[in-house]
């Protein structure tokens, strides 16, 4: 750049600095430009509501005031909210809706606040009470949406699953909300989870056991699996059920699900001989067969005599001494 300047007579970086330093000035005005653009946007926006607000009837401005100052009690309870202070929140959002009581925002706000109570019914009761503001003419797909998923959460905490997942359904319908959403599949899974253990009864899992078996005993195995299914789902902490349906699954050559079996026994209960068994078997038929053999030693360890394992160890070591020997040919 040096020798270019004394040959030329032209300083580069001189240039350089001058262009950023236009470039600069230009933003500058730019900038003070939108601003005076955005304060004459704003001083019209003014202008035009003042002369809005002088052609209003007394009342409508009495309305508007009311409106305003009910606004500023409902934010008020908001703060004693965010400090869990619900009954002073309460006592605010009903201030509000004496200065304005079709809005329904009030009422959707009265009922979170005695859902955090844990007050449901009362909270169902401002929810019905928002709903039916709607239905009114006061309609607001959004304030409409909040107030059924409220309703629905409060259904869900009183386990009333069916109509919270309806609920939630309906909101969705109004206002495509994506924490709504996450409630619903919450839900959902609340219901599977209280279905389940609403199906616990171990003595009827017994009796689902004892007819697999007999169905076994018979080599009717998909009916012994059916059994056997049932158990589970009454007692699903009993290892012998799955062993039971595991050695089932193995006589019908499905060793994926059998080996599924197996393992949720050793799950349950690690010390179950008969699970390192029907896990080693398994991993055998499905030519895992140092699987298998790590398998049966582990079992081993438990049970050093038992005479299942023991033979079942010596046709893993025969499969692989075998496929050796193919391989040697």
């Known amino acids: 750049m040096d020798v270019f300047k004394e040959l030329t007579g032209i300083d580069l970086m001189d240039m350089q600095s001058q262009q950023m330093k236009a470039k600069d000035k230009q933003e500058d005005i730019r ?10 946007r704003a001083e019209e926006e003014a202008r035009q509501k ?11 401005k009495e309305r508007i005031a009311r409106k305003k100052q009910a606004e500023a009690i409902k934010n008020e309870g908001n703060e004693f909210y965010k400090k869990k202070q619900f009954a002073e929140a309460l006592k605010k959002y009903d ?3 004496q200065l304005d009581e079709n809005e329904i925002t009030y009422i959707n706000n009265k009922a979170t606040a005695y859902y955090e109570m844990k007050d449901y019914e009362k909270c169902i009761e401002e929810c019905d009470r928002a709903i039916q ?14 107030a059924l998923a409220r309703k629905a959460g ?15 359904k309906t909101s969705l319908l109004e206002n495509n909300d994506p924490n709504v959403k996450e409630q619903l599949k919450k839900t959902e899974k609340l219901k599977k989870e209280d279905e389940e253990r609403k199906m616990i009864d171990p003595e009827k899992a017994e009796e689902h056991m004892k007819a697999g078996k007999e169905y076994f005993q018979k080599f009717d195995f998909p009916s012994a699996v059916k059994e056997f299914s049932e158990g589970i789902k009454r007692n699903p902490t009993s290892t012998a059920i799955y062993s039971n349906r595991s050695a089932t699954y193995i006589k019908l050559m499905e060793f994926p699900h059998a080996l599924k079996d197996a393992e949720k026994c050793l799950q349950l209960d690690p010390n179950f001989v008969k699970g390192y068994l029907r896990k080693g078997i ?26 299942e394992i023991k033979e ?3 046709k893993t070591m025969q499969a692989i001494q075998m496929g050796s020997y193919a391989g040697g040919n």
Do not use: R
Request: proline share 1%; aromatic share 10%.
């Open 282 to 307: 398994c991993h055998h038929f499905l030519k895992e067969y140092h699987k298998a053999l790590d398998t049966f030693d582990k079992g081993l360890k438990l049970d050093a005599d038992n005479k």
């Open 50 to 60: 003042q002369e809005e607000e002088e052609k209003l009837s007394p009342e409508e």
């Open 154 to 168: 409060a259904m869900s905490a009183q386990s009333k699953f069916d109509e919270a997942i309806d609920l939630y």
């Open 312 to 314: 079942a160890k010596l």
């Open 95 to 97: 201030e509000a809706l």
């Open 31 to 40: 900038k003070k430009n939108e601003e005076l653009a955005a304060k004459k």
């Open 133 to 146: 503001k709607s239905k009114e003419g006061y309609y607001d797909y959004q304030k409409l949406g909040k």
